[in-house]
């Protein structure tokens, strides 16, 4: 069997993209269900803004205020899942150009959780839930599979 490394990178970006969309519906759904836009038995929401609350009420933050955040995020995941999508149908272009697009799509992830660690440590998420962890595991996969994408990789025999 004959592993081509572009049908592997196509892979690890559509997984990117559909992450990014389900995460990117998921807190929609759940900024709804808050707005009572959805009803309470709604099930699929992410549940992230009870989240944020709790992380915020260590400085206070009002709840307005924590909606705004939550938009804030939905509108970024929004944006680096559409790169994602966009990067997945211009990917041999993309490489081709020496990977301008893929420079952007990963530069604006490893921004969102990386801006995730600092918050993180400003409200002291540790105290609430194991946040960081699960923050530094999606920064670490963005830069491993960032370094994957721009290689140039041969193909591997199995």
Known sequence: MHAN????KSV???????WYTIVFLSNTLDLFKELSV????????SGNFELIEKVTAV?????????????GVILFEGLVGFLFWRLLFQLKTDLDRGGPQIQLTYFL???LWGLFLVFDEIFLVY????????????LIFHLISYQ???SNGKTITY
Do not use: K, M, Q, Y
């Open 38 to 45: 959805l009803p309470e038995s709604f099930a699929f929401h």
């Open 5 to 8: 490394p572009f049908r592997i």
């Open 109 to 111: 992830g490893i921004t």
């Open 12 to 18: 690890v970006v559509c997984f990117s993209a559909l």
């Open 127 to 138: 105290r609430v839930f194991n946040g960081e962890v699960l923050h530094f595991t999606i």
């Open 59 to 71: 400085h206070g933050f009002s709840h307005l205020l924590n909606i705004g955040l939550l938009i």
């Open 148 to 150: 994957f994408i721009l």
